[in-house]
T-cell receptor, first 115, second 115 residues
Framework: AQKITQTQPGMFVQEKEAVTLDCTYDTSDQSYGLFWYKQPSSGEMIFLIYQGSYDEQNATEGRYSLNFQKARKSANLVISASQLGDSAMYFCAIGTWGGSEKLVFGKGMKLTVNP | DAEITQSPRHKITETGRQVTLACHQTWNHNNMFWYRQDLGHGLRLIHYSYGVQDTNKGEVSDGYSVSRSNTEDLPLTLESAASSQTSVYFC??????????????FGPGTRLTVL
């Protein structure tokens, strides 16, 4: 079975600073994918970034990067230059390669960006 | 633009009633998923489908059913609504090409209250 652990219930960061959101995972699969989703107060789930287990380079998407450490089974999300609009819930999830099958989500963590 | 929609966005019903939540996607994706979101639990998978006439149970399927008669729609039915089914329900879809880009995209959610 796959499992995601997000232990930080909430974090605060100053605008324009970088922040790291922690995610650890457990799986017996050799091939898997790790995902981060953002959920603002409006409620929608927004896909941010994906990392495949065989990808040698850390994924990046604009201000988002994924610090993937396979040996430690961690897939931390790094947001550079935080903006007020980054205030939201963030969910880490694990699934099969490419996410074409079911995802297992962590419980999420709340990020608040202060001006 | 392709999209995924859910209706209704808000629903209040009474214990014991049958309720159907609609999900419609125009991505032409093979895969469709239903999740529920509750405080402290993140998102949990209810049912999923990999194509027409295919349905599968997820982690929390008791009391729910789905049917897939076409590519675009996966309605979720609560056979006899219970207060424990008060939640926010998300539908998602993804392609199934075997590529890393088969990301799941989510609908806006349906907030269901069972009194």
């Amino acid at each position: 079975a796959q499992k995601i652990t997000q232990t930080q219930p909430g974090m605060f960061v100053q605008e324009k600073e970088a922040v790291t959101l922690d995610c650890t995972y457990d799986t017996s699969d050799q091939s898997y994918g790790l995902f981060w989703y953002k959920q603002p107060s409006s409620g929608e789930m927004i896909f941010l970034i994906y990392q495949g287990s065989y990808d040698e380079q850390n994924a990046t998407e604009g201000r988002y990067s994924l610090n993937f450490q396979k040996a430690r089974k961690s897939a931390n999300l790094v947001i550079s230059a935080s903006q007020l609009g980054d205030s939201a819930m963030y969910f880490c999830a694990i699934g099969t390669w490419g996410g074409s099958e079911k995802l297992v989500f962590g419980k999420g963590m709340k990020l608040t960006v202060n001006p | 633009d392709a999209e995924i929609t859910q209706s209704p966005r808000h629903k209040i019903t009474e214990t014991g009633r049958q309720v159907t939540l609609a999900c419609h996607q125009t991505w032409n994706h093979n895969n469709m998923f239903w999740y529920r979101q509750d405080l402290g639990h993140g998102l949990r998978l209810i049912h999923y489908s990999y194509g027409v006439q295919d349905t599968n149970k997820g982690e929390v399927s008791d009391g729910y059913s789905v049917s897939r008669s076409n590519t675009e729609d996966l309605p979720l039915t609560l056979e006899s609504a219970a207060s424990s089914q008060t939640s926010v329900y998300f539908c998602a879809s993804s392609d199934r090409t075997g590529k890393a880009t088969d990301t799941q995209y989510f609908g806006p959610g349906t907030r269901l209250t069972v009194l």
